[in-house]
């Protein structure tokens, strides 16, 4: 325990959300996102206009999360941020902020891993939310990484499978782009899915050795399916949409299943802990918990406003680095490839 409060102030800024939370010790204060609509109408992230976006954004986000906590910046301890990966010209906005910030304030600067935030997600002080005990096994999932992690304490990670081309978060993307569906795609998907026959059509599984991922594969085949059966019937993916969505799902989660099985098989440890935007589908929430039931796994889902991108899961990890000083130097540069 701390003898006193730590408030830290935590900006997010690797790909199209502005963020900024403030926390106080491991509780959550405040946590405001700024969502970038533009993108919607180009399929997908354009990186120039998120940077832009940012600019505009990151000022009154920052100031909305400080008065929301009810605090003021001068009691703020120190100021995290997220240094990589994700989009180059996105990051270095939040960065540049958050060294000013700092150095005005005459208060530590501490760069935070986007994937590690995601993890740590799962130590935020939530009231009805477990968190997970060491060593526990964690899987990233989002539009830019499909990951299985081995978490042996707070700074101690090591990557034991991940995706050698598309993450899960594109293959529901790209899947959905295939059948008319608007970006992002993964919550519509999601959202058919539950009225269609996961079982309606099949698709085969790409075979990767050990615990690494693939999904190209899967959205190619998605792809040529689609195209036959539109040649045959012009109204196919209109007259079996929610199927079609069904049985995408239901080949993704099996994909990821089979893998997450496969990890526990190989490490022994039995804690799943999942993160990352792709979490919030309810299909995954799903087949976790069933997996509780099946194969005695014990398993931990963040609250949903975590697992999207957002500053709380970068503000629980600068308050745990604050605990240990480890502070960076105002040098720090932002690194669009940043491992774990």
Not at 94 to 117: C, E, R, W, Y
Not at 157 to 175: C, H, L, N, Q
Request: net charge positive; aromatic share 8%; proline share 4%.
């Amino acid at each position: 325990m701390t003898k006193e409060n730590i408030y830290i102030l935590a900006i997010e800024s690797s790909c199209d959300d502005t963020s900024a939370a403030v926390l106080c010790n491991d509780r959550i204060l405040s946590n405001v996102v700024a969502s970038q609509k533009i993108h919607k109408e180009y399929g997908g992230v354009v990186p120039e206009l998120a940077s832009r976006a940012h600019q505009s954004n990151i000022v009154p986000v920052v100031d909305q999360a400080i008065k929301q906590a009810k605090i003021n910046k001068e009691q703020l301890h120190a100021i995290a941020f997220t240094r990589g990966p994700g989009l180059m010209g996105s990051l270095l906005v939040g960065t540049s902020f958050a060294k000013s910030l700092a150095f005005g304030l005459d208060i530590p600067l501490i760069d935070v891993n986007h994937m590690q935030g995601h993890i740590l997600a799962h130590f935020i002080d939530e009231d009805g939310y477990k968190k997970p005990k060491f060593p526990f096994l964690a899987m990233t999932i989002s539009g830019g990484h499909t990951q299985i992690v081995k978490v042996t304490n707070y700074f101690e990670m090591k990557v034991i499978g991940e995706t050698i081309d598309d993450a899960v978060g594109e293959a529901y993307d790209k899947s959905g782009k295939i059948l008319g569906l608007g970006y992002p795609a993964g919550p519509q998907i999601d959202k058919l899915a539950q009225t269609g026959n996961p079982k309606a059509f099949k698709f085969t599984k790409p075979k990767v050795v050990g615990l690494n991922f693939s999904f190209s594969g899967l959205k190619t085949g998605i792809l040529y399916f689609v195209q036959r059966e539109v040649k045959k019937n012009p109204n196919f993916v209109e007259e079996n949409l929610a199927d079609i969505c069904a049985s995408i799902q239901y080949t993704i989660i099996g994909i990821l299943m089979d893998k997450l099985k496969l990890a526990v098989k190989q490490t022994g440890i039995k804690q799943i802990a999942i993160g990352g935007g792709v979490s919030a589908n309810s299909g995954i929430r799903a087949a976790l918990k069933n997996g509780e039931q099946k194969f005695g796994w014990t398993t931990y889902i963040p609250k949903f406003e975590y697992t999207t991108d957002n500053a709380a899961m970068i503000a629980i990890v600068g308050y745990l680095k604050y605990l240990e000083n480890d502070f960076s130097g105002f040098d720090v540069m932002a690194t669009a490839r940043l491992k774990i």
